[in-house]
């Protein structure tokens, strides 16, 4: 990886979802923008913020697709990431920096 690079394995996309009620939600009803979870597997020497094993959120619209072994990965500048869940030390919860 080079510069501010960051390579993710995105999570499951769940084209479909669910509301609350239990209505569901067809993958081409128009709707707010949704940001989407990957883990981040390589990293490039000047990301700063981000580390590889980090759960990280982004945007799946400003991305770019590599084929890497038969898996799909995407790959994004360090900028790009909004968010990283990071795990407490105290409760083993998740909580979110940005």
Avoid at 23 to 48: D, F, M, N, S
């Amino acid at each position: 990886m080079l510069h501010d690079r960051v390579l993710v394995d995105p999570e499951v996309d769940s084209s479909e979802r669910q509301s609350s009620a239990g209505l569901v939600i067809p993958a081409t009803a128009a709707g707010p923008k949704r940001l989407a979870w990957a883990k981040v597997v390589a990293q490039g020497e000047h990301v700063r913020q981000v580390a590889v094993g980090d759960r990280v959120l982004y945007d799946p619209e400003e991305r770019a697709e590599v084929e890497l072994g038969g898996t799909d990965y995407v790959l994004l500048r360090e900028r790009d990431v909004h968010a990283v869940a990071q795990r407490r030390d105290d409760d083993g919860s998740t909580g979110l920096y940005m």
